[in-house]
Structure formats: C-alpha cells, structure tokens
C-alpha cells in the first residue's frame, strides 16, 4: 500500500473547477443539454487548419521557439492591437503570446503581487480568476456591483489597500454577459493610475456584443501603457480553444518577471498553435461575424424565453459575451437545484457560487454552443424545469 502523503496546502482554500464538476453530473445522465460550459459550436478557419498541416513538416515545429511567441505571430498581433484595440505597443507595451487567457492571467498576478497582496475583484468574477490569485498567495477582494452587475466605483475604491495591486474589469462579462462602458472603463483606468495600480482588462469576448453596443479596451487610453494589462484569446472568436492560445500587452517594465513566469511555467507557446493562430488572425475577425450575428438571435431567444419566467426568476438584460445571469427567486441551495435540474431535466448551467455571488440563487447560462435550432429545447427545459421543481 503506497503511503498518502497529506500537507497542508495552497490549494486547499482554492474552490474546485466547477466546469468538470458539473461535467461530471452531465455525463451520469446521456441525453443532458449543456447550456454550463462557455464555448461556441464553431471551430477555426478552414486556413488554420491547413498552416498546422504543413507545419508538420517544418522542422522548426518540433523545436522550442522564442519564449513571447514566434515573432511573425508577435508581430501580427501588435498589428491587430494597433488597428482595433487601438494599443499602439510602440507607446510603451509588450506582447507575449501565452497557453490561453488564463496563463496570461496567472502571469500577470505572478509578476505583480506577492504572497499577502491584494486584487480587486468585482462580483461575479470568473472563476479561474479568483483561484489564480489565491493560488498565488494573495487575497482576492470581492467587491459588489449593481443590480444590472455594472461596476461600483465606490465601493472599488473603498476596497483599495496598501497591500492592493491591482483591479480587474471582465468587459463583455463572464458571467454577467455585461458590457462595462467606456466612461466606467477610464474610471477604473485612472483610479489605477493615480493609485499605482494595475488594470488588469480581461477582453476574451471582445467581438461579442449586441445591439449596437461597442466594446473598448482600456489600454487605448492616454497614459494607459504603463499600468494596463489586457488580455485576449483565441479560444472564443476563433473556435480555437482546444489549440490553448492567447495573449496580452503589458507594461515594458514587466518583461524581466513576464519571461520569468513564461520560461518556469510553458518555455514556449506550442508551436503549432501558433502557426495556426497566425492563419486565424490572418483571415481576421471577419471570420467570426457571422457566428456572432447568428448569436444575437439566440441572445434574443434565450432572453425572451427566460423573461417569461415571470416572478420565479429574472434576468438583467446582457450586452455581450455569450451569458446571462438568471436570479431564481427561491432558498434552495443553487448547487443542489443544478444538480436537480441535470437529473430531473437534462439540462445544465452553472450555479452562481462558482462566481462569488453567494447571495441568492444564481445560474450562469451558456447559449455560445447553441444553434437557432438547438436553443428552443435548451431553454425550454430550463424553464419547464425551474418552474417544476421551484413550483410556481
Ligand atoms: C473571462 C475569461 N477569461 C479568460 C478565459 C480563458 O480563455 P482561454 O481559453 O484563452 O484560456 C475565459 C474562458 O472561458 C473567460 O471566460
């Protein structure tokens, strides 16, 4: 019998990925519809493809290469930053190509904090945001937001510490699905910049919003270069998440402890993936508007469909990414209510504790992954089930 070694840990205060819990109840029960994990029904570009098949044959592929990314792919995305973020990484910023947005992330909480220090988190947060900073040694500070889930400037810089180093904004909002505006945006910015702290401005949903509401990065701002780190990925615009490639801007002054982060943890972005990556960017964002025109119909569907609900639940309108919140009005235990609505139903979402909202009964929906044929089913479910089990 092997002997069970058991210390105390760092992470044993950090929460489980609820995504593989509720995966788990889903596969018990064949014939459950996810509306749980945020991921679209469309893969990459056809072009992406074929680059990583005739990458096969390139030497170079199977070889470490440049530990920011390969400079053809650096290159294109300082482009890319420069025409629709508007980051000019001339005035100051580096890009470093990563395994997705959440190493960046991680990278980020390492080459600013240390163990003890603090990061702003506005509620709901996404998860893996919050176990990365606890996995660093540092406290996560949840802060509220309003009750259409926009940012409380107040109550952030209430929260603001000596042991504070940086806040992050989620703009489109996983898993909100909120759109912060621009003038909350340069509030956050320059609250940073006059407290000496970074922004951390996670913008993985960029391309997703609807009704004519526009996204904008905070790193565009003047005299943002220093104290911005903004993140992207390819896993949503690009259907690329399986391929695990993303990445960021941030302050010059950050690269010594940015490559140390990058050499420990990846040495280098896979190769192939970048290949690919640079195939995708070069077919451009065009390649996802349709996808995301196709989703502002579901939005409308999945919308329409929970506000009928009525009084048993509500659901503040969302402008981007591809969720919503929805407020069950009930005492049952939100995790205990999935779980019911897995097995009863067959029908996932996630409880809203995986988001810090631990007042109420929440439920992320996920509609990225359905189809205008698919959503009628998906949602009707959830109400039909909500209103069986809650009983109104
Ligand atoms: C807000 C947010 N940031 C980061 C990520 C991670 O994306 P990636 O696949 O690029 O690591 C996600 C994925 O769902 C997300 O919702």
Redesign the pocket.
Known sequence: MPQTLKFKTRMDAVQMPIVPVVGDIIRQVPGTISLGQ?VVHYGPPREAIEAARAALDDPATHRYQAEAGLPALVDRLAAKLRDENGIDVARGSRVMVT?????A?MHAVLAVTEPGDEVILPVPF?F?HEMAIEMAGCTAVLVPTDDRFQLRLDLIRRAITDRTRAIVT?SPN?PSGAVFPEATLRDVNTLCRERGLYHFA?E??EYYTYDGVRHVSPGSFPDAAGHTIS?Y????AYGF?GW???YMAYPEHLAPAMMKSQDTILVCPTVISQVAALAALNVGRAYCAPYVAELADVRHLVLDALASLGPLAATPTADGAFYCLLKVHTTMDPMTLAERLIREHKVAVIPGTAFGLRDGCYFRVAYGALQKDTVAEGIGRLAGGLRAICGR
Do not use: T
Request: charged share 15%.
């Open positions: 945020g395994a997705g947005a959440n190493m992330f996404y893996n989620i996983n996670d993985v949903y993140m990925s390819l896993s949503k998440a695990r490639i993303g």
